[in-house]
């Protein structure tokens, strides 16, 4: 079989270097939290494929739901002939949904294309109003709009612009580093009195949860000020939960701590627990407002995708995943917390749920630790942990295990964090 080195080099030569890639080593197999690679070294996953593995690698029960769907058929594309499994997952997720207004739902491939047609649905629906207001830090993924959208320059929108017009960020609250919730809803006020009035504005879209931006956790009067700004002025409210969705905060929808109800989620990654899929779900008066054949896609809402979908939402249904995920983010806090008397680092320890990270200064400063940070993560790589970093200054580490992770092996990786974040100083 081909060693690391050697794929590494074949993949240099044959992929272009935009498509950066964090491991050295290539794949071979995984089972739940643990992944091996092409010369039997065994890694834990803390990475779960950028939050997409909650329910774990290769989970049985999505696995059976797949492979009997692989049976049947695998594509014949929604617009042309449906299945029953698109409708049956859209009327569960209407039902668990937040918020009491009547739901519709709608399918895609990825969480980009989702956020994606949520603006177009918020488009026509207001008309065809021009502006959107994102965060900053924010991330909505790759494409032309959801990287206009997104609030972080390099690496994402470096050198690919120029992006659609009359897209605005505003501060997103963030206490560590000096923005107030107050702050952000000035900007925004701001914003309506000297870029665009706020008539002309048709999506509002945040991340309840910053994903990329740093586990940041949207306070829940931002939020609710957020709505009420919407509901004044007539625009669209959009939570972008495709990272935090599913059960990463220990509910179905991290929005459903916040006593709100957004007009449009949506929601990718651990939806699926591994297939590509995608979707969003919002108040029907507006998810009906475009035309019949103005959304859609080739292979929007894959037959084997939500196969998947529906198995999870089984076992999201069952509901210890929830629970779990809650019991394992508070033992990550309190381990950090405890540690903070021997790593000066530790700025801070949040999250909601098992969405927990730790941000890393440098001690007795309020200066991010970028380097450090990226030591941790060499170290705990060398030790057999796959962790990553994240935030606006590279010095966040956040945790995408599989929530189904075994108690062990769960330990076993804190310890090795644990003794990174020591041997990193
Ligand atoms: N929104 C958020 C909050 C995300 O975290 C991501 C991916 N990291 C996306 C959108 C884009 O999803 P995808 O990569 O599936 O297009």
Same mark, same amino acid.
């Given at each position: 079989?081909?060693?690391?080195?050697?794929?590494?080099?074949?993949?240099?030569?044959?992929?272009? !270097?935009? &498509?950066?890639?964090?491991?050295?080593?290539?794949?071979?197999?995984?089972?739940?939290?643990?992944?091996?690679?092409?010369?039997?070294?065994?890694?834990?996953?803390?990475?779960?494929?950028?939050?997409?593995?909650?329910?774990?690698?290769?989970?049985?029960?999505?696995?059976?739901?797949?492979?009997?769907?692989?049976?049947?058929?695998?594509?014949?594309?929604?617009?042309?002939?449906?299945?029953?499994?698109? &409708?049956?997952?859209?009327?569960?997720?209407?039902?668990?949904?937040?918020?009491?207004?009547?739901?519709?739902?709608?399918?895609?491939?990825?969480?980009?294309?989702?956020?994606?047609?949520?603006?177009?649905?918020?488009?026509?629906?207001?008309?065809?109003?021009?502006?959107?207001?994102?965060?900053?830090?924010?991330?909505?993924?790759?494409?032309?709009?959801?990287?206009?959208?997104?609030? !972080?320059?390099?690496?994402?929108?470096?050198?690919?612009?120029?992006?659609?017009?009359?897209?605005?960020?505003?501060?997103?609250?963030?206490?560590?580093?000096?923005?107030?919730?107050?702050?952000?809803?000035?900007?925004?006020?701001?914003?309506?009195?000297?870029?665009?009035?706020?008539?002309?504005?048709?999506?509002?879209?945040?991340?309840?949860?910053?994903?990329?931006?740093?586990?940041?956790?949207?306070?829940?009067?931002?939020?609710?000020?957020?709505?009420?700004?919407?509901?004044?002025?007539?625009?669209?409210?959009?939570?972008?939960?495709?990272?935090?969705?599913?059960?990463?905060?220990?509910?179905?929808?991290?929005?459903?701590?916040?006593?709100?109800?957004?007009?449009?989620?949506?929601?990718?990654?651990?939806?699926?627990?591994?297939?590509?899929?995608?979707?969003?779900?919002?108040?029907?008066?507006?998810?009906?407002?475009?035309?019949?054949?103005?959304?859609?896609?080739?292979?929007?809402?894959?037959?084997?995708?939500?196969?998947?979908?529906?198995?999870?939402?089984?076992?999201?249904?069952?509901?210890?995943?929830?629970?779990?995920?809650?019991?394992?983010?508070?033992?990550?806090?309190?381990?950090?917390?405890?540690? !903070?008397?021997?790593?000066?680092?530790?700025?801070?320890?949040?999250?909601?749920?098992?969405?927990?990270?730790?941000?890393?200064?440098?001690?007795?400063?309020?200066?991010?630790?970028?380097?450090?940070?990226?030591?941790?993560?060499?170290?705990?790589?060398?030790?057999?942990?796959?962790?990553?970093?994240?935030?606006?200054?590279?010095?966040?580490?956040?945790?995408?295990?599989?929530?189904?992770?075994?108690?062990?092996?769960?330990?076993?990786?804190?310890?090795?964090?644990?003794?990174?974040?020591?041997?990193?100083?």
């Amino acid at each position: 079989m081909a060693t690391n080195s050697d794929l590494q080099k074949r993949k240099d030569a044959a992929v272009p !270097k935009g &498509v950066g890639v964090l491991c050295k080593f290539f794949a071979d197999k995984a089972k739940n939290a643990e992944v091996w690679d092409v010369e039997g070294n065994r890694y834990i996953d803390f990475a779960g494929g950028i939050g997409v593995l909650n329910n774990g690698h290769l989970n049985p029960t999505v696995q059976a739901a797949v492979e009997a769907q692989l049976q049947r058929f695998t594509h014949t594309c929604f617009s042309i002939i449906p299945y029953e499994h698109y &409708v049956r997952a859209a009327e569960r997720i209407n039902k668990l949904a937040p918020g009491p207004s009547p739901k519709k739902t709608a399918f895609f491939s990825t969480g980009a294309e989702a956020v994606e047609n949520a603006i177009k649905i918020a488009r026509f629906h207001t008309g065809g109003r021009p502006g959107i207001v994102a965060f900053a830090a924010s991330f909505h993924g790759r494409t032309n709009m959801t990287m206009a959208l997104t609030g !972080k320059v390099a690496p994402y929108k470096l050198g690919f612009g120029p992006f659609p017009s009359d897209v605005y960020h505003v501060p997103y609250p963030n206490e560590l580093h000096g923005v107030s919730v107050q702050d952000s809803l000035d900007a925004l006020n701001t914003l309506f009195k000297t870029a665009i009035e706020p008539t002309r504005v048709g999506v509002l879209i945040l991340e309840i949860v910053q994903g990329e931006g740093g586990f940041n956790v949207a306070p829940k009067e931002f939020v609710q000020a957020l709505r009420k700004i919407c509901d004044q002025h007539g625009i669209v409210y959009v939570h972008d939960e495709v990272q935090s969705g599913f059960g990463r905060t220990g509910k179905l929808f991290a929005t459903e701590y916040y006593d709100v109800e957004p007009d449009i989620i949506a929601m990718a990654k651990s939806m699926g627990n591994g297939y590509p899929i995608s979707g969003i779900v919002g108040k029907a008066s507006i998810m009906d407002s475009p035309n019949a054949g103005g959304l859609g896609g080739t292979y929007a809402g894959s037959p084997v995708g939500l196969a998947a979908v529906n198995a999870v939402l089984d076992i999201m249904e069952e509901g210890g995943i929830l629970k779990r995920s809650c019991m394992l983010g508070d033992k990550f806090k309190a381990r950090m917390e405890a540690l !903070k008397k021997d790593v000066p680092y530790i700025a801070q320890v949040r999250g909601l749920g098992s969405m927990v990270a730790v941000e890393l200064m440098k001690p007795g400063t309020k200066e991010a630790a970028p380097e450090y940070t990226k030591k941790v993560q060499e170290i705990a790589m060398s030790k057999g942990l796959l962790i990553l970093t994240c935030g606006t200054y590279y010095n966040v580490i956040r945790n995408l295990y599989p929530i189904t992770i075994e108690d062990k092996t769960f330990e076993e990786a804190m310890s090795i964090l644990e003794s990174a974040m020591k041997e990193a100083m």
